[in-house]
């Protein structure tokens, strides 16, 4: 009797602990939305949150609804530490403080008014009926912070920590700036302070910094680099190859951000699977016959393809760049090859390294390269698989299309210009330049 009344009680207190850790799970998705709208002298902040994410704070229920009745002073807490003390405003880099608690009120999942500023402010001022009922579960929590600010005019920048309120976590922005419009963001993780109408510095700098990380994280971007390297080995004769990569890039970047890309959802399949197909050519001419002199032009032309691959991961940073969009494509552009002429002094010396180690040079090459090309063959097949599942359809030739058409014309046109430019003309002038000298020298 004694033992069974131990292990009723273990029992009962491994149940306890169970129901208090459900109590406090963590959500698995948590969208919150906020509209910043200046007037004046003063900053609004309208913020929708779920209550459910908020599990740490004690809710006063009836049966599974919330008891609007008794939650005023849960309501006011979870406003203010739970929202506000994640929600950092500043104007022209100033933390703004104090904050005003406007309005607080729950709403049921059903109510659809944060689609426009207007109407979730207007909702939020609303009082609430005691008696409503809404299931605790799926309530959602809506607030109206007020800061005092010296002009409307001002630079505004607001730094959010909601990531981790769930496992996955959304921050729908909207700012509404004194000039009128409006500018959307999509916040995921904890970017820091994000200026909602930016400086052009400031989104030079951002853009910099992530075009930077992105080569250097970009794996199939570096696979492509040393296939470019292999058959040099030296800065010198690489300034062309690297060159026309960058150039083509740039231009398929920049195309692609001024929505001068297809929009059919096959086609960033297409382009990775292109990526893939890029590195398992370098890789197999390599191995084959390095045709070096040429190398600038291949260079080029799948430039142009790694370009896209660049633009779709800038999709989503492109938000921060507020009215610099070409400022801050220009950076990442910066970016890239900082990130790429790093890679390219640190691989050259640690290839020619390699190299005098092993007296097989060709084997070496060719080993190195037969690796290369197994990656990309496998990631060849993989994303082939991926566009495979996607259905091809033909563009609608209509007057948009030939628009279009007409811009990558001249696009193409100025590049050949460029192009014929700098390798004819100028490559002449250099090889004339050399006969001469070798003439002069001979006399």
Request: glycine letters at 8%; proline letters at 7%.
């Given at each position: 009797m004694k033992y069974t009344s131990i292990r009723l009680a273990i029992v009962t207190a491994c149940?306890?602990?169970?129901?208090?850790?459900?109590?406090?799970?963590?959500?698995?998705?948590?969208?919150?939305?906020?509209?910043?709208?200046?007037?004046?002298?003063?900053?609004r902040v309208v913020v929708r949150a779920p209550?459910?994410?908020?599990?740490?704070?004690?809710?006063?229920?009836?049966?599974?609804?919330?008891?609007?009745?008794?939650?005023?002073?849960?309501?006011?807490q979870a406003a203010t530490e739970w929202i506000g003390g994640r929600i950092d405003v500043y104007e022209d880099d100033r933390r703004l403080e104090p904050r005003l608690l406007v309005a607080v009120r729950p709403s049921p999942p059903s109510d659809t008014s944060f689609d426009g500023y207007d109407r979730a402010t207007t909702h939020a001022m609303e009082p609430i009926a005691?008696?409503?009922?809404?299931?605790?579960?799926?309530?959602?929590?809506?607030?109206?912070?007020?800061?005092r600010i010296q002009s409307d005019r001002s630079r505004?920048?607001?730094?959010?920590?909601?990531?981790?309120?769930?496992?996955?976590?959304?921050?729908?922005?909207?700012?509404?700036?004194?000039a009128g419009g409006e500018r959307a963001f999509a916040i995921h993780d904890e970017p820091?302070?994000?200026?909602?109408?930016?400086?052009?510095?400031?989104?030079?700098?951002?853009?910099?910094?992530?075009?930077?990380?992105?080569?250097?994280?970009?794996?199939?971007?570096?696979?492509?680099?040393?296939?470019?390297?292999?058959?040099?080995?030296?800065?010198?004769?690489?300034?062309?190859?690297?060159?026309?990569?960058?150039?083509?890039h740039s231009i398929t970047l920049i195309a692609s951000a001024y929505d001068m890309a297809p929009g059919a959802l096959w086609f960033p399949p297409l382009v990775e699977l292109l990526i893939a197909v890029s590195i398992v050519y370098m890789a197999l001419e390599n191995i084959v016959s390095p045709q070096v002199r040429r190398r600038w032009m291949?260079?080029?032309?799948f430039g142009l393809v790694h370009g896209f691959g660049f633009s779709f991961a800038l999709r989503e940073e492109l938000q921060f760049a507020g009215e610099h969009l070409l400022t801050s494509l220009l950076s990442f552009n910066l970016g890239v090859e900082a990130g790429q002429l790093l890679v390219l002094v640190a691989a050259v010396p640690a290839l020619n390294l390699l190299f005098r180690s092993i007296a097989a040079e060709r084997a070496l090459a060719i080993v190195i390269s037969a690796l290369v090309a197994h990656t990309g063959w496998h990631w060849m097949l993989d994303r082939g698989a991926l566009l495979s599942r996607y259905r091809f359809e033909w563009p609608v030739f209509d007057a948009a299309f030939f628009a279009l058409s007409i811009r990558w014309l001249m696009l193409a046109v100025g590049v050949a210009g460029a192009a014929w430019l700098v390798f004819g003309v100028l490559g002449r002038r250099r090889q004339v330049h050399g006969i001469t000298e070798a003439t002069e020298e001979t006399v």
């Open positions: 149940l306890a602990g169970a129901i208090v850790v459900s109590a406090h799970e963590i959500p698995s998705d948590v969208r919150v939305q906020i509209f910043v709208a200046p007037h004046a002298d003063r900053l209550i459910a994410a908020m599990n740490e704070l004690d809710w006063p229920t009836s049966g599974v609804a919330l008891d609007v009745a008794r939650a005023e002073a849960v309501l006011r005691p008696d409503t009922g809404i299931p605790l579960s799926q309530a959602l929590l809506d607030v109206v912070f007020e800061y505004f920048g607001i730094a959010t920590r909601f990531d981790k309120a769930g496992v996955r976590s959304l921050t729908v922005l909207r700012f509404l700036p004194a820091g302070v994000v200026p909602l109408d930016p400086r052009w510095s400031q989104a030079a700098w951002r853009f910099v910094g992530g075009g930077f990380f992105h080569i250097l994280d970009g794996i199939d971007h570096l696979l492509f680099l040393l296939c470019l390297v292999i058959p040099f080995r030296r800065i010198a004769p690489l300034v062309p190859v690297v060159t026309a990569f960058t150039v083509a291949m260079a080029f032309g």
